[in-house]
């Protein structure tokens, strides 16, 4: 069983740039792939960003990438999502997720936190 509570959402102008970061909670932090969704209202949720159990391979949804970066830590139990050039659209409800196969899908996650608003001004 794995916890996760995300942290760092919030407003921000358009170009500018939020830090997310997700605290999982158990030992077993590093025998997960870790990944970001997000949800616009009225839209499905939709993938973020993922990355691999030792950190080393990461992948990104076509409208994020060069703007987002996905980092671990496993010594601490956290994964972050740094987001710099921030758009409008970019606008939704974070979640952090835990899964056992790097994926874009959301059914191969298994865990995920109860999700932190961002919302970009234009």
């Known amino acids: 069983q794995v916890q996760l509570v995300e942290s760092g959402g919030g407003l921000v102008q358009a170009g500018g740039s939020l830090r997310l970061s997700c605290a999982a909670s158990g030992r077993t932090f590093n025998s997960y792939v870790m990944g970001w969704f997000r949800q616009a209202p009225g839209k499905e949720r939709e993938f973020v960003a993922a990355i691999n159990r030792s950190g080393s391979i990461t992948y990104y949804a076509d409208s994020v990438k060069g703007r987002f970066t996905i980092s671990r830590d496993n010594a601490k139990n956290t994964v972050h999502l740094q987001m710099n050039s921030l758009k409008p659209e970019d606008t939704a409800v974070y979640y952090c997720?835990?899964?056992?196969?790097?994926?874009?899908?959301?059914?191969?996650?298994?865990?995920w936190g109860q999700g932190t608003q961002v919302t970009v001004s234009s």
């Open positions: 997720t835990a899964g056992r196969g790097i994926s874009g899908t959301a059914y191969n996650y298994d865990y």
